[in-house]
């Protein structure tokens, strides 16, 4: 599979089959997730695996041997784990007669956090993005499977997508931006008299709990503390969403391999860990993964989600928190919808007209639905 006379593209079905230097050369600063430390993981600990659903095919385009770009990418059997959801797609197209599964998905892992999907090195063109893109169309094509989807990618690259005859999709998240702000008072300034009042007795109550909050990185996170942050994460994802996506061995894992980007708020009663919340930290943003808790204690979620990360955004100079997928509560907090952008390749014509038709309704509801969001935004301007 060829994009130019100089250039190759090649397929990898571990990502340990090439070089975390190689791979992270493509990969921004501020993307923790897209890292060869991340992917690692979830292959090594079986997170991701062929008998999960899960059949690494990341693509590698390289120039005289140079990487140019890279792409993670899987050969999936089923719509876990991903936040875009086509399960009504592949209800219709099955119904129709038509086989949606097995298909290709471009994307991070059980990770809602947008970023490059095709990541490319600071001398790649977008002639190269173009090509990486080729092929991956091309090997959907070549496995004669429904369709390729490329989900929560940067605008930029989306953009490109759609002008390679993708479909385009939208969505939106809920972001908090630090305005140069000294202290968390600072931040609480620039709200209405109303909601600085709700913030301030949420993060009281807390205080009054008789419970202590403390954030670890690196080195400073033991085995103890993963063994307590995983019954939080087990509990909360037999709430949420059935099954667990992560075992025990991939925070561990983690830890070794991308310790100085984790920050793991823990939060502590009687000398026991009664709470967590795991976030990644890249060079300008915070991003909020997991919470769980054992015991509970009004409003604790609130301030170990959200008002630690945004102290520890203020502590850090970094110029935002991500707090990842759904949750209207999160704008009286602060955190204001943003858009996100997926895009999708489906081969059948006919169904991809019928795809086409969805996404244009939905992307109508999701542009009116951020418009009203916006306008309970707890800022006094607006």
């Known amino acids: 599979m060829a994009s130019s006379n100089l ?53 590698v385009l390289r120039d005289k041997d140079q990487i140019k770009a890279c792409c993670p990418l899987y050969l999936k059997n089923h719509s876990y784990g991903e936040y875009v959801f086509d399960w009504s797609w592949a209800e219709a197209y099955e119904r129709a007669g038509g086989r949606y599964y097995p298909k290709l998905q471009c994307a991070i892992p059980f990770t809602p956090v947008s970023g490059q999907r095709i990541m490319a090195s600071p001398n790649a063109t977008n002639e190269d993005k173009a090509s990486l893109l080729s092929a991956m169309i091309e090997r959907a094509q070549d496995l004669n499977i429904s369709s390729l989807h490329i989900t929560f990618a940067e605008k930029s690259e989306w953009q490109l997508m759609q002008q390679q005859g993708l479909l385009a999709r939208t969505g939106h998240q809920y972001h908090w931006e630090n305005q140069n702000y000294q202290n968390f008072d600072d931040f609480l300034a620039q709200l209405s008299s109303r909601k600085r009042k709700t913030l301030r007795k949420e993060r009281r109550a807390v205080q009054e709990s008789g419970v202590a909050i403390i954030t670890l990185s690196g080195d400073e996170i033991k085995e103890h503390h993963w063994d307590a942050f995983y019954q939080f994460y087990m509990d909360t994802s037999a709430r949420k969403w059935g099954h667990p996506y992560l075992n ?8 070794q391999r991308l310790g100085s980007s984790v920050v793991l708020v823990l939060v502590l009663k009687d000398e026991g860990i009664v709470a967590g919340a795991l976030n990644l930290k890249g060079s300008e943003t915070l991003y909020g993964r997991y919470w769980g808790c054992v015991e509970d204690y ?4 609130f301030e170990t989600c959200y008002y630690q990360a945004i102290d520890y955004a203020i502590a850090h100079n970094l110029k935002r928190v991500e707090a990842g997928a759904q949750g209207q509560h999160k704008i009286q907090r602060g955190y204001l919808p943003v858009e996100t952008y997926s895009a999708h ?38």
């Open 7 to 59: 250039s190759k593209i090649e397929q990898l079905e571990k990502i340990s089959e090439i070089s975390a230097d190689e791979w992270n050369s493509c990969v921004g600063a501020d993307e923790p997730f897209a890292r060869h430390e991340f992917l690692s993981s979830l292959e090594d600990s079986q997170c991701v695996h062929p008998q999960k659903g899960w059949m690494p095919q990341h693509l």
């Open 248 to 255: 025990r061995d991939f925070f561990s894992l983690l830890n």
């Open 298 to 301: 009004k409003f604790l979620h």
């Open 345 to 382: 390749w489906i081969a059948d014509p006919a169904f991809e007209k019928a795809v086409q038709d969805f996404l244009d309704h939905d992307m109508r509801i999701n542009s009116h639905e951020m418009q009203e969001l916006a306008k309970l935004s707890p800022y006094k301007c607006g």
